[in-house]
């Protein structure tokens, strides 16, 4: 029976020959992973099913990132418990600190996931994954700690939403762009327990750090997946980062879909999500006047050391607006040193940017660039949520880097035309 | 299994961010976070609810964010139970692996309002609203969901043995 590859990475670690949309099937984990938010209760879970040991100290990743360097005590408690725990069971994999950065980001830069995988995280985000071809879903805490004792996870098998991009993209349109794109023509349950997967000519030239931005926002569109089949630029990618061998697995060409839809690229413009649902979405010029108090350029969707890059380009040379604060994260320490070194990071200090050490940073309002009432930023965060960066009656656009710069110069939403 | 209480009324789209919003997930405890539960959207939820009310809600509750401290919070504020039209995927796995159950109904959550008293059978999945005398039928809930329910959750349906650990 033909199969996606959703459905292919599904049926191999459940161990059986093939799955079908509705399947419930318990599958192998390859990796499992938690932050410092939702960490803790899994602990507690861990403890409560009473197993002695986890399944396997090398296929679970810690990564202290929403709230570091810890932001008040409740937060250091948090971390502090994941520490101990991590050292209880030789967790490998445990990042805090100078070792740390955003666990979307480190996991592939670290070479720690791999094409024809199946990993689960206790984020939401965990989807991102999938641009290496990958099978990666989010779940909550609860779930988290089971697999972390049995190494195991129930799944449903989801329908795949494919989703065909071709055509050639307009200056400044990035992954960003399609995948907002995507979501505001889904909606934001428009691919709800769907596989969404991410195909066509425009896929297949884009570099790694735009795909991994598509994948993660899947769940924007309330995808339980986002996938994108591997080729060279996947596992130039992964040879990179890591010896072990891929699985390359595709499609096959009879695969069944749940729907698919194709995506003519030729006139989108970089897009933007207005308040209060990601798929609010409407092309640049047509925002209109929007001042701004603040842009945040970073997150495990745009922290990508290209992301910076982009920003760098429109950045350079030119003055951040008065009376707006500008603030920029790099994902990991690697993308930091490497922004270093191309003077990156003093382009951004001297058009009076704040950089901040790799952390998730103010994408979820709990630190580093909270907004106050009345506040109104453009973030390249996945977001844009009620009070989601701060006070209730705050205001959160979403766009890609080469927007969110040109924003940071205009003092208002703006394109990189306008400059 | 029979639930009664009060409904609480919420729309569509109703994101973790806005039942548990993030400035309190420094918090793990369940009984605290229940205390900042809709606290910028309904700040009057958590003082007002009793233990046994209900939750009716539009599409796609429980989008966004995986934090489970959101379905957790719900629960230990005394929910009983939460009627919406659909549910965010993660969102419908935390509830039912910490044992707070959900119940689909495009009807109920189309008609009930705000503060009517309900009665839920999570066996067959009928909703009866005592105040306007009209009765709807919800999915039944999946049998899966049904055993993590009766189990009391994810963790004692995993140490009863029911599913190897």
Known sequence: MPMTITEKILALHAGVEKVSPGDLIEVKVDMALANDVTAPLAIETFRKIGTKRVFDNEKIVLVADHFVPNKDIQSAGQVKLMRVFAGQHEIKNYFEGGESGIEHVILPEKGLVLPGQLIIGADSHTCTYGALGTFSSGVGSTDLGAVMATGEIWLKVPPTIRMEYEGSLLPNVRGKDLILYTIGLLGVEGALYCALEFAGEVIKKLPMSQRFTMANMAVEAGGKNGIIEPDEITLAYVAERSSSKSLVLKGDIDAKYKKVVKIIVDKIEPQVAVPHSPANVHPVSEVGNVPLDQVFIGSCTNGWLEDLRDAAGILKGRRVARGLRLIIIPGSPWIYKKAIQEGIIEAFLDTGAVIGPPCCGPCLGGHMGILAEGERAISTTNRNFMGRMGHPKSEVYLSNPLVAAASAVLGRIGSPDEL | ?165
């Not at chain 2, 919070?73 to 707070?100: D, H, P, Q, T």
């Open chain 2, 1 to 165: 299994m029979k639930v009664q209480g009060k409904v609480w009324k919420f729309g569509d789209n109703i994101d973790t961010d806005l039942i548990i919003p993030a400035r309190y997930l420094n918090i793990s405890d369940g009984s605290e976070l229940a205390n900042y539960c809709f606290a910028d959207i309904r700040p009057d939820f958590a003082k007002g609810v009793s233990s046994g009310d209900i939750l009716v809600a539009g599409r796609n509750f429980g989008c966004g964010s995986s934090r489970e401290h959101a379905p957790l919070a719900i629960k230990e504020a005394g929910i009983s139970v939460i009627i919406a039209k659909s549910f965010a995927r993660i969102f419908y796995r935390n509830a039912f692996n910490i044992g707070l159950p959900l119940l689909e109904s495009e009807e109920a959550a189309k008609d009930i309002s705000e503060g009517e008293q309900v009665i839920v059978d999570l066996a067959s999945g009928e909703c009866k609203s005592i105040d306007i005398g009209k009765t709807f039928s919800a999915h039944p809930i999946p049998d899966f969901m049904r055993k993590l329910i009766k189990a009391g959750g994810l963790v004692n349906y995993i140490r009863k043995g029911e599913r190897k650990a």
